[in-house]
């Protein structure tokens, strides 16, 4: 079946550790974002990328970090300059232009939970 | 200001009530208007979604969008316990999804 994997579920980071958060589709899409969902502020958007080798910041992209070297994966890097990393983290995946209207939506990832220890 | 607004509640009602959750949105580039339903600590997944002004109906959920006045509606007919999760309706702009904050649905039995 075709889907967004992201791993692991829970990551724990103590101070001042990089960690990379592992998202994985194979819906051959071509766009994949990296949202960040703390209480009550919804889904901030992290950084997206709409071609292989190619990406956005987005609204709050600072202490983070991707790479999208294969169109199937886009790992997210948070580093020590993130300084309130805990939060939960989603990944998700889309056509980037055409298609559909029922492809128009994004594919989420079941998400990772970080936390500072 | 944002460009899409969204109460986030929590909102809680009774089995069987009506359930009307809504957003406002201030880019009238908005075409095509999302709702997402997010469990608890599960990944959002798209419930229906609206081309420009007007309803659409899918069971008990019937969305509706007024470009007039740039509000977009979700109601839930016969709410039961399993609809309790988090609603976030999502316009989209230039390839791009714009979240509201979302709102926090408890139905109680």
């Known amino acids: 079946d075709g889907g967004i994997t992201q791993s692991p579920k829970y990551l724990f980071r103590k101070e001042g550790q990089n960690v990379t958060l592992s998202c994985e589709q194979n819906?051959?899409?071509?766009?994949m974002y990296w949202y960040r969902q703390d209480p009550g502020q919804g889904l901030r958007l992290i950084y997206y990328?709409?071609?292989?080798?190619?990406?956005q910041k987005g609204d709050i992209a600072e202490g983070y970090s991707v790479s999208r070297e294969k169109k199937e994966s886009f790992p997210l890097t948070v580093t020590s300059a993130q300084k309130n990393p805990t939060a939960f983290y989603l990944c998700?995946?889309?056509?980037?232009?055409?298609?559909?209207?029922?492809?128009?939506?994004?594919?989420f990832g079941s998400g990772t939970r970080l936390t500072v220890v | 200001q944002k460009e899409v607004e969204q109460d986030p509640g929590p909102l809680s009602v009774p089995e069987g009530a009506i359930v009307s959750l809504n957003c406002t949105y201030s880019?009238?580039?908005?075409?095509?208007f999302m709702w997402y339903r997010q469990y608890s600590r599960k990944g959002p997944e798209l419930l229906m979604y609206?081309?420009?002004?007007g309803n659409k109906e899918d069971g008990r959920f019937t969305a509706q969008v007024d470009k007039s006045s740039k509000y977009i509606s979700l109601f839930i007919r016969d709410s039961q316990p399993s609809d309790s999760a988090t609603y976030l309706c999502?316009?989209?702009?230039?390839?791009?999804?714009?979240f509201g904050q979302g709102t926090e649905l408890s139905v109680k039995p």
């Open positions: 998700a995946s889309s056509t980037a232009t055409g298609g559909a209207p029922s492809d128009y939506g994004y594919t």
């Open positions: 819906l051959n899409h071509d766009a």
């Open positions: 990328s709409q071609i292989v080798n190619d990406f």
């Open positions: 880019n009238s580039a908005f075409q095509y």
């Open positions: 609206t081309y420009s002004s």
């Open positions: 999502a316009p989209r702009r230039g390839g791009k999804l714009i």
